[in-house]
């Protein structure tokens, strides 16, 4: 069982840069791909991206491409979201998931954090 939490929220204007963090309490957590995810209101979640095991791939959503960044510290069991250029669309709650598999599908994910909000004003 790995338990995950988000933190790093909130609320900022278009154009700012927001950082999410997302801490396992696995020890086996360099074992596992961590992928973010996110979900507005109305809507279905979707994939962000998703960092392999030892941060050797990376893949984004083509909406996120070049304005976000994932990262990960297995040292510390932690995977990081570094959000860049935020617009209006972004705004969401997102959540990271962990799975055995790089996959940009919600269903392969075993586990889930509770999320946190972004909220992105103009």
């Known amino acids: 069982q790995v338990q995950l939490v988000e933190s790093g929220g909130g609320l900022v204007q278009a154009g700012d840069s927001l950082r999410l963090s997302c801490a396992a309490s696995q020890r086996t957590f360099s074992s596992y791909a961590m992928g973010w995810f996110r979900q507005a209101p109305g809507k279905e979640r979707e994939f962000v991206g998703v960092i392999s095991w030892n941060g050797g791939v990376t893949r984004y959503a083509d909406s996120v491409k070049g304005r976000f960044t994932i990262s990960r510290d297995n040292a510390k069991n932690t995977v990081y979201l570094q959000m860049n250029s935020l617009k209006t669309e972004d705004t969401a709650v997102y959540y990271c998931?962990?799975?055995?598999?790089?996959?940009?599908?919600?269903?392969?994910?075993?586990?889930w954090g509770p999320g946190t909000q972004v909220t992105v004003s103009s």
């Open positions: 998931a962990a799975n055995q598999l790089t996959s940009m599908k919600t269903y392969d994910y075993d586990y």
